[in-house]
């Protein structure tokens, strides 16, 4: 799980909270009468950050002697509070439209990974296609051409490389086909977009601005002094 308040990945102790079965009807007449499909809520606090942490499950519960009920066995859980803080882009050096997707997909990731990952494969076939002008017709044959190119550094190329493997593209070929269709998600995946997104924009977007104020900047001091200003790469521009 990764932490929404400093966005570090944690493994969360859950305290309290209640369970409840979705209906009266066990999950089974012969075996498991006394369980049920059910959902709970439950909280705990960031070992990393200290942060509150509220977590919706889902799983299957088991009713007790004394008519109570509690998850046996693996639960899926979704953060529902706090809403994702530390995943945003703030405006400024993002173009708009990039930033709205981001801020859109970590926004429902806890109430709906799938969507949040149709958003992300979206934009990031967006970004392959208008910044790199890659155009394959689907987004597996896109990130193969992206991981070649010359100048993407590896960690770059690599945590794009793996968003066919963790999403499992094999086992769902509309998220190759159609990046915007909501469709079953790995576990992971959703999370995983957002912070490969977010390295393609400080890579393409971020990175080159600062280092551009930063010469700016150094270029004006260097005017004050009477010296020439620094020389331009040959490949740039």
């Not at 008519?67 to 066995?73: D, I, L, M, Q, T």
């Not at 405006?91 to 799938?114: H, I, T, W």
């Not at 959703?190 to 150094?218: M, T, Y």
């Amino acid at each position: 799980m990764i932490c929404p308040n400093c966005g570090i990945a944690i493994s969360l102790e859950l305290y309290g909270g209640s369970s409840y079965p979705t209906s009266d009807t066990p999950i089974s007449e012969d075996e498991g009468k006394d369980r049920y499909g059910g959902y709970g809520v439950a909280h705990g606090w960031c070992p990393e950050c200290d942060q509150f942490i509220v977590v919706y499950r889902e799983g299957i519960v088991k009713e007790l002697t004394d008519n109570s009920y509690h998850f046996v066995g693996d639960t899926t859980d979704n953060i529902v509070y706090p809403h994702n803080a530390s995943r945003s882009i703030t405006a400024g050096e993002v173009p708009e439209s990039y930033r709205n997707d981001f801020n859109e997909a970590a926004s429902v990731l806890a109430l709906s990974p799938k969507a949040s990952a149709a958003i992300s494969r979206r934009a990031l076939q967006q970004v392959l296609r208008n910044e790199f002008h890659i155009n394959q017709g689907s987004l597996a044959k896109e990130i193969e051409e992206f991981i070649h190119l010359r100048d993407v550094p590896s960690y770059i190329s690599e945590a794009v490389d793996a968003v066919r493997n963790v999403g499992n593209f094999a086992a769902h070929p509309l998220k190759d086909t159609s990046t915007g269709e909501i469709v079953d998600v790995e576990p992971g995946e959703a999370e995983w977009l957002l912070e490969v997104l977010g390295s393609l924009f400080d890579f393409v977007f971020i990175q080159p601005k600062r280092l551009e104020a930063r010469k700016r900047k150094l270029n004006e001091k260097l005017a004050s002094l009477g010296k020439p200003e620094m020389k331009q790469p040959k490949n740039s521009g």
